[in-house]
Structures are given as C-alpha cells and as structure tokens.
C-alpha cells in the first residue's frame, strides 16, 4: 500500500522512531550522544518536540539505529529522513514500498494521547481477537502476496498493550458501523467471541455504533482516524484500498473534526450502542 505524509509528519516520524527504537533497546540519551561521540544535550535536540528542527543527518541515522539493535529500520528511516529534510512545506510526498502502511501508523499510535476512529468494514485493530485479528490478516495476505501475515498478527497484538500504558492509557473512541457486526468474519464462533469482547468494560474505551438504517455517510464509506498528542498536534489519517494519507495541516485537521463530530451526532450513545451489540451478540449465538 503507497502512504503519502506531509514534510512536518516525516519529522514526526523520524522523532517518534529514534525515542521508540532507543527505549526498545534499553539504552539512555547520554549513552547515544557518546556513540556519536556528542553531547546529551546535543542529541536531546533529535527527540525534542515538534517545534524542534533538529534531526540526524543520514549517517548518524544508521549509526544510531545500529546501536539501537534495529538496522532493518535504516532504509525506512533513510526515506522518511528525506522527506522531513525537505525545504518545501505543504505537499504530500509518496513513501516508496519499503515501508508500510502499518510501520508508519504505528510509529504515531505509540505516542498518541487518544484516537478517535470510524470503522466501515472491520472492528478496530486495537479491539481485535487473536482469531478475529487472524481471519482479517489472513484474508489480507490473499490479496497481498508479500504480506506477512504472522508478522502482522503479532504487530496488532502488541498495539492493543496500548489501551493498558501506564500511566496514561491510549484513549480510543471507535465509531462503528452496525453492519461490521452481522459479518462472521473467521466465521459464526469467532464473530461471537470478537462480540463479547467488545462488550467488556475499558474505562479508556468508548464504542459508538451508527446504525445500520442511518442513510448519509460523512466518510464517504472509508476509514479515518484522528490522532492528539500531548503537545497539541493532531493528525488525520485517511486510508483507500491502495493508499494511505497522513494529514496535519490546521484546515485539513479542522474538516477531520468536523466528520467526528458529525459522526458523533449520527451515532448512538455509548450504553445505546452496548445493547446493541449484545442484541447482535445473542443473535449469532442463538
């Protein structure tokens, strides 16, 4: 799948993926700052906030990742790298196939305070039961012959950790559709399964399901999803059969607001929509 990111998003990216690469290997700003043979100051500038514009050149990128453990991230970062390095502003830049799709989600879901999402087809991956998560990566990898189907798997499960981070759990808000909900997707057994765990109870957690006889869409039927930080960026994310989009520009995040708060309006409430689900639930289990 191609992804297109904006040049402010890349260094988003580069900034989110040395922090998680660096902590993942259990090593301290002082010990990268001496493989570079620099100060600790001077590389904090690479994991500062957004207002930062401090990033790596390519060659300290690969030492960096290297002593991180994670020299198969060099020649996706390499090409993010790029991009945020930019002098032009504004515009989308393609991201080649060697990376994908879910490598660049995850980089920002990982540091995101909350995440409101609208799901046409399938329940949210973060929601998602190992056998319910299977049949979709499975079917996935029909269409797909390079995906990896096991890798996906375990990348999906180790998301959902995040709606159990401490201190400060992911807060996710999924907009549903009912009809996700009659699909037996692995078949009845696991639809069922998947329904009662939707039916547990998250205090960080809220589904809102739009019924199936609402007649407008605001999405136009494809998924999106708008992600907060805790530095007050926000961005959108907009997904097609072939290609991703990443946005963050104010007018852009701005509409994205709109459509949650028009899905929002057309959703029922969030007891409404539990009953809704158990009525759904004891139908397929009947």
Known sequence: MEAFLSREVARELVRYQLIRCR???GKTQKEAATKLGTSQAYYAQFENSQGNKRRPDQEKLSILLEFFGAPDRIPILSEVLEIARSSMSGGKYSISNLISDIEL???LEHFATSLDVYEPNVVNGLLQTPEYARATVDYAAT????FDAD????LRMQRQLLLERKPSPLKLTMYVEEAVFTRPVGGVDVLHGQLLHLLKRRHNVMIRVIPQATVMRPTGGRPLGLMRFTDQWRVGYAETPISSYYYDA????????TIMGHLHHIALGADESRRLIDRHRQQVGA
């Open 23 to 25: 902590e993942l290997a």
């Open 105 to 107: 989600y995850l980089a």
């Open 143 to 146: 269409i797909n012959p390079d």
């Open 151 to 154: 890798t996906a798997l375990d």
């Open 250 to 257: 104010p007018g852009t995040i701005e509409q994205c607001g």
